[in-house]
């Protein structure tokens, strides 16, 4: 990525108010204000773009003034890694700061990318203060001391970070194009094969379940049988890698709550709205692996309805909110029931044509794979770039 090896002579160490200012204009919203708001929310994990903004509620409380091109910085709960470009003028949410670099030290260009190093993270981390949602301030930040690379090598990474940038952006948009071509596709799909009063009943399409699942104690053993949380359920598919327990159980109690290839799996209940409900297919039996208790586990007529095709029916938006539109709100948990689900409908188009929809649906899931193959590898380059911004590269 870089030709020749980033010099380590003449690096400078600068205090961090030596190279950024912190613009605190603030601004108090009046009910008729329409400016752009930008909230925490609305920032990225290791991007520098903001795609949303906005607010579905009237803006109270002081807010900040940003201008385009602003640095956008999360002070609160700063793991999270969250350092942005205001994309346009209008208002930021006070828990963070909007930052300006100043000439001299630092190149404009290179502030940005320099906040968002392990460098630079892992210190705002170590200064951050509170027990709860734990938060930078300015005058703490201000005084921390870095080395920075001289104007003509941080030019350099500029130039390999902005390529970087440029080709991370556009497979993020090759990424949501699939997405939205996914989510196109399935409610023509839909469309074409039901109307709501031809959708068909989970009581008519079921073979067993609804059925929740068990959450015995946990075991020190690392033998037996395992279960797994609910994060086993991501993009369609029970994927059981990285978030498995063991548990105390016997066979006999395990056994109804093994896994087989076919089963289709619920979250019962979640923080997340939108997370509850949403469903993914087991592609191969654990035999050894029990479901938990926040899982609802089903199993479809397959001369009906394809075990793919209901996934993909059912985390569409439109079908998923329908399902959640009965969910129910306790201590903060939002949860379906049996009941809830067994109340749930879904179109039943012939089964060649799920066979076809199935087909495409996979070809569109293999170029987000390798969509998603080719981030990680911008991902791995970009953290040799920021070791060279840390100096830790030859």
């Known amino acids: 990525m870089l030709e020749r090896p980033i010099s380590k002579a003449k690096w400078t160490r600068v205090r961090f108010d030596q190279i950024a200012m912190n ?36 803006l109270k409380g002081t807010k900040l003034r ?54 630079f993270m892992e210190r705002a981390v170590s200064i951050s203060v509170g027990s709860l949602s734990r938060t930078i301030n300015w005058t703490a930040l201000a005084s921390e001391e870095f080395l920075l690379p001289p104007i003509q090598e941080q030019e350099r990474l500029v130039e390999a970070l902005a390529a970087h940038r440029s080709a991370h952006e556009a497979l993020r948009g090759a990424a949501d194009q699939l997405t939205a071509m996914r989510a196109s596709f399935v409610s023509h799909v839909i469309s074409q094969n039901g109307t709501g009063a031809e959708r068909a009943k989970m009581g008519d399409l079921l073979v067993d379940g609804p059925t929740n699942g068990r959450s015995p104690a946990l075991s020190d053993s690392a033998t037996g049988f395992k279960t797994v949380s609910i994060s086993a359920i991501r993009d369609g598919v029970f994927d059981p890698e990285g978030c498995v327990k063991f548990v105390d159980m016997t066979a006999a109690e395990a056994r109804p709550f093994t896994v087989q290839a076919g089963d289709i799996f619920a979250v019962r209940g979640n923080g997340n709205r939108d997370i509850c409900g949403r469903v993914g297919i087991s592609r191969q039996t654990y035999p050894d692996l029990v479901y938990p208790d926040l899982l609802i586990r089903m199993r479809f007529d397959s001369a009906r309805l394809l075990p793919d095709f209901v996934v993909a029916q059912w985390n569409h938006p439109a079908v998923h909110n329908r399902l959640i539109s009965r969910a129910k709100s306790s201590n903060g948990i939002w949860k379906v029931n049996g009941q809830d689900i067994r109340a749930h409908t879904l179109v039943v188009p012939p089964i060649e044509a799920q066979r076809d929809a199935v087909q495409f ?16 590898k911008l991902r791995e380059m970009k953290r040799e770039l920021f070791k060279v911004i840390a100096g830790g590269a030859e």
């Open 23 to 58: 613009v605190a204009e603030r601004v108090e919203p009046g009910p008729d204000d329409n400016e752009t708001y930008v909230g925490l929310e609305h920032l990225e994990s290791g991007s520098l773009q903001v795609r949303k903004w906005g607010s579905e509620v009237a």
């Open 66 to 119: 940003m201008r385009a091109g602003d640095i956008l910085f999360a002070r609160r709960n700063a793991y999270l890694k969250r350092v942005a470009l205001a994309p346009h003028d209008g208002l930021f949410s006070a828990h963070g700061s909007v930052l300006r670099p100043k000439s001299g030290a630092v190149l404009p260009e290179f502030l940005p990318f320099f906040m968002q190093s392990d460098l």
């Open 361 to 376: 649906l996979g070809a569109l899931d293999a170029q987000a794979t390798a969509i998603q193959g080719r981030l990680e």
